[in-house]
């Protein structure tokens, strides 16, 4: 009965006025389509964009392929996608990461996210999970706070890798409290996991809702917050770190749709309708929740916005935080 229930769940948040159906572009696609992902196969980046294009193909009748170029923390990526020509056939999967972190992150970077991509929308979100093992006498986020308050320092925080999501939130829950907590940056997300199941220091960590789940559902994991604004459909009972009694908290990882700028305005509304029409089919939505993605369309305005207090956000926290550009 869960994964029906997640199905449902996972079912998008539609922008008011934003049709599921509208007629195709006359001519258009009139070849082979393409979704550029800044990560290697595999990952849940990837078969977002998997799901996505398969969708695509069946229903225009052309192939939609997925074309993988990893690495530069996604810019390469980016600039490729960036670079290609703006008739519709090019669609980026932009991250946080390599959309509004990269900036501020990034010595060189060879495109600019708000100039060089139109805003398709927001496709999904990946909040994060505070969690601790069950054996750490941590239950709430305010236990954590006062312990970290009357020991400062002696608590330490685990992330997946210098300027990851889970980097700047461990940063900004910092400067936010006022607390001293040690950063302990892992190799990715497998030994990051590692550790927290292990029970040893560090004591909590920020890691990815589709990982965290199977861990929290057996036990081996406690929750103690999301790090995103609104709750999760598929953790209804973890309450915010807003809610907790960290205001204004809102990082998480999100997923959306960019075509190169000057991409005509009917091809990139089409490509936001087709994008709700495709997140509202039920086997879709029970992928996406098999993910651990909650769905999340916007329209284009309503990512261009996005976009820009996320770039604002994060440039404050990495200054704030002292982290050096790569």
Known sequence: MLKPLLAALALPVLVAGVSTAVAQVAGYPSKQARIVVPFPAGGSTDLLARLMGQKMSEAWGRPV??????????SIAAEFAARSAPDGHTI?????????????????????????????????????????????????????????????????YLSVGEGSAAHLAGEMFKKTTGTDIVHVPYK?????VA????????????????????????????????????RARMLPDVPTLAEAGVPG?????????????????EIVAFLN??????????????????????????????????????????????????????
């Not at 074309?67 to 996604?74: C, K, V």
């Not at 809102?250 to 305005?265: E, H, L, M, Q, S």
């Open 92 to 156: 980026f999967l932009g991250t946080s990461g390599d959309m509004s972190v990269n900036p501020s992150l990034m010595r060189k970077l060879g495109y600019d996210p708000e100039k060089d991509f139109d805003p398709v929308g927001q496709l999904a979100l990946s909040p994060l999970v505070v969690t601790t093992h069950p054996s750490l006498p941590i239950r709430t986020v305010k236990e954590l706070l006062d312990t970290a308050r009357a020991k400062p320092g002696s608590l330490s």
């Open 195 to 230: 550790a927290l199941l292990a029970g040893l220091e560090p004591q909590f960590g920020y890691v990815v809702m589709g990982t965290a789940i199977p861990h929290l559902q057996a036990g081996k994991l406690r929750a103690l917050a999301l790090t995103t604004a609104r």
């Open 249 to 265: 908290f809102d990082i998480g990882n999100w997923f959306a749709a960019f075509v190169p700028a000057g991409t005509p305005k």
């Open 188 to 192: 990715g997300g497998a030994p990051q």
């Open 65 to 74: 392929v997925v074309e993988n170029r990893p690495g530069g923390s996604g």
């Open 273 to 326: 309708a087709e994008n709700a029409r495709i997140l509202r089919l039920p086997d879709v939505a029970a992928r996406m929740a098999d993910l651990g993605f909650e769905t999340t369309l916007s329209s284009p305005e309503e990512l261009a916005r996005h976009l820009a207090s996320e770039i604002a956000k994060y440039r404050k926290v990495i200054a704030d935080a002292g982290i050096a550009r790569q």
